[in-house]
C-alpha cells in the first residue's frame, strides 16, 4: 500500500461496482488530511492537482505534486496521484516527470470536432509516456468561465456522443454532465441517475461525476449504483479547512503561529474525507 497508479484504483473500483474517490489537493495540509482520512477510514484514495491549484503556486507544479507524492508513499493505504482539469498542453507534458500517473484533460471549451482533435493528441501522448487519461464531454456547472447552469437545456452528456467522443479519442475514462455543478457550497444538485446508467451502457469507459461537493449522500449512492465509478470533491474539503481556520482564530484572536489553526484545518479536512468515504462505502 502506497503510492499507485489511477487506472488501477479506478479499474478494481469498476470491476467491483464501487467507485474511488479523488479530493482536490492546494496545499500540504490538504493532501495530509486527505491521506489520514483514507487511513481512518481503510479506503484507497486520489490525490488530485488542479491546473487551478498549480496556477495559485505561480504556475510551479513540481514542489506540490512532489510533497504530495511523499505524504501518499508513506500512506497504509493506496494512494494515486491525479493532474485535474488542464487545459495548458505544456502542464500536461509536465504529469509524468512530476510523479502523476494520470491526468484530466480538459477541451471542453472548445467546439466538438476541436475537442476530439485537441483530446486524441493529449492520449496519444499520455499513453506514450505511461499516463491514463480523462476527459469531459458535456457541461458541469460552476466554471468560473462559463455562466451556463447544468440544468440549461443541451448541456447534459448525450450518450451516442460520448460513445464515439470516447472511440475517437481513445480516453481512458470520461466524466459526464448529469446535473452536478462544480464549487457547489450546499448540497442540493440532483443527478440524472436514468441518463448515468444510459452512459454506463453505451460508454466503453469508467464514467467520472465531477462537482461532487454539492451532491447529498442519497444521491452519490445512487449515482455509483447507476454507474458512477469516480467521484471528484473538492469544495466539501475547502468549507471544512476554512471553518477549522476561522473557529480558531474567533477563540483565539492573538494567535500567531499558523501551526495552532492549520493543524485542526488538517483535522477537519481528514474528518471530512473519512465521513464521505465511510457513506460511499455503506
Same mark, same amino acid.
Request: aromatic share 4%; proline share 5%; hydrophobic share 45%.
Given at each position: 500500500?502506497?503510492?499507485?497508479?489511477?487506472?488501477?484504483?479506478?479499474?478494481?473500483?469498476?470491476? =467491483?461496482?464501487?467507485?474511488?474517490?479523488?479530493?482536490?489537493?492546494?496545499?500540504?495540509?490538504?493532501?495530509?488530511?486527505?491521506?489520514?482520512?483514507?487511513?481512518?477510514?481503510?479506503?484507497?484514495?486520489?490525490?488530485?492537482?488542479?491546473?487551478?491549484?498549480?496556477?495559485?503556486?505561480? !504556475?510551479?507544479?513540481? &514542489?506540490?505534486?512532489?510533497?504530495?507524492?511523499?505524504?501518499?508513499?508513506?500512506?497504509?493505504?493506496?494512494?494515486?496521484?491525479?493532474?485535474?482539469?488542464?487545459?495548458?498542453?505544456?502542464?500536461?507534458?509536465?504529469?509524468?516527470?512530476?510523479?502523476?500517473?494520470?491526468?484530466?484533460?480538459?477541451?471542453?471549451?472548445?467546439?466538438?470536432? =476541436?475537442?476530439?482533435?485537441?483530446?486524441?493528441?493529449?492520449?496519444?501522448?499520455?499513453?506514450?509516456?505511461?499516463?491514463?487519461? =480523462?476527459?469531459?464531454?458535456?457541461?458541469?456547472? !460552476?466554471?468560473?468561465?462559463?455562466?451556463?447552469?447544468?440544468?440549461?437545456?443541451?448541456?447534459?452528456?448525450?450518450?451516442?456522443?460520448?460513445?464515439?467522443?470516447?472511440?475517437?479519442?481513445?480516453?481512458?475514462?470520461?466524466?459526464?454532465?448529469? !446535473?452536478?455543478?462544480?464549487?457547489?457550497?450546499?448540497?442540493?444538485?440532483?443527478?440524472?441517475?436514468?441518463?448515468?446508467?444510459?452512459?454506463?451502457?453505451?460508454? &466503453?469507459?469508467?464514467?467520472?461525476?465531477?462537482?461532487?461537493?454539492?451532491? &447529498?449522500?442519497?444521491?452519490?449512492?445512487?449515482?455509483?449504483?447507476?454507474?458512477?465509478?469516480?467521484?471528484?470533491?473538492?469544495?466539501?474539503?475547502?468549507?471544512?479547512?476554512?471553518?477549522?481556520?476561522?473557529?480558531?482564530?474567533?477563540?483565539?484572536?492573538?494567535?500567531?503561529?499558523?501551526?495552532?489553526?492549520?493543524? &485542526?484545518?488538517?483535522?477537519?479536512?481528514?474528518?471530512?474525507?473519512?465521513?464521505?468515504?465511510?457513506?460511499?462505502?455503506?
Amino acid at each position: 500500500m502506497s503510492l499507485v497508479p489511477t487506472g488501477d484504483l479506478v479499474a478494481q473500483a469498476a470491476t =467491483e461496482r464501487r467507485c474511488v474517490t479523488a479530493f482536490n489537493v492546494i496545499t500540504l495540509e490538504h493532501a495530509e488530511g486527505i491521506v489520514a482520512g483514507a487511513e481512518a477510514a481503510g479506503r484507497p484514495v486520489i490525490l488530485q492537482i488542479s491546473e487551478n491549484a498549480v496556477r495559485y503556486h505561480g !504556475g510551479r507544479l513540481a &514542489p506540490l505534486a512532489l510533497a504530495a507524492a511523499s505524504v501518499a508513499r508513506s500512506a497504509t493505504v493506496d494512494v494515486s496521484l491525479h493532474l485535474d482539469h488542464v487545459t495548458d498542453v505544456d502542464l500536461l507534458h509536465q504529469a509524468a516527470d512530476a510523479g502523476f500517473s494520470s491526468v484530466m484533460f480538459d477541451a471542453g471549451a472548445l467546439p466538438y470536432a =476541436e475537442n476530439v482533435a485537441a483530446t486524441a493528441s493529449a492520449a496519444r501522448w499520455a499513453h506514450g509516456a505511461g499516463l491514463w487519461l =480523462e476527459a469531459e464531454l458535456g457541461y458541469v456547472g !460552476g466554471k468560473p468561465d462559463s455562466p451556463a447552469s447544468a440544468h440549461a437545456a443541451g448541456v447534459r452528456t448525450d450518450p451516442a456522443e460520448a460513445a464515439d467522443y470516447v472511440t475517437r479519442t481513445g480516453v481512458d475514462a470520461l466524466a459526464v454532465a448529469v !446535473g452536478s455543478s462544480h464549487a457547489m457550497t450546499e448540497r442540493s444538485a440532483t443527478l440524472d441517475h436514468a441518463l448515468i446508467e444510459r452512459l454506463r451502457e453505451t460508454v &466503453p469507459v469508467p464514467l467520472v461525476l465531477h462537482g461532487s461537493s454539492g451532491v &447529498p449522500d442519497g444521491e452519490l449512492r445512487a449515482a455509483v449504483s447507476a454507474g458512477i465509478v469516480k467521484i471528484n470533491i473538492g469544495t466539501a474539503l475547502n468549507i471544512s479547512l476554512t471553518r477549522a481556520v476561522r473557529d480558531t482564530l474567533e477563540s483565539m484572536p492573538a494567535l500567531t503561529d499558523p501551526r495552532k489553526y492549520l493543524g &485542526p484545518a488538517r483535522d477537519a479536512v481528514a474528518a471530512t474525507v473519512h465521513d464521505v468515504l465511510t457513506m460511499l462505502a455503506s
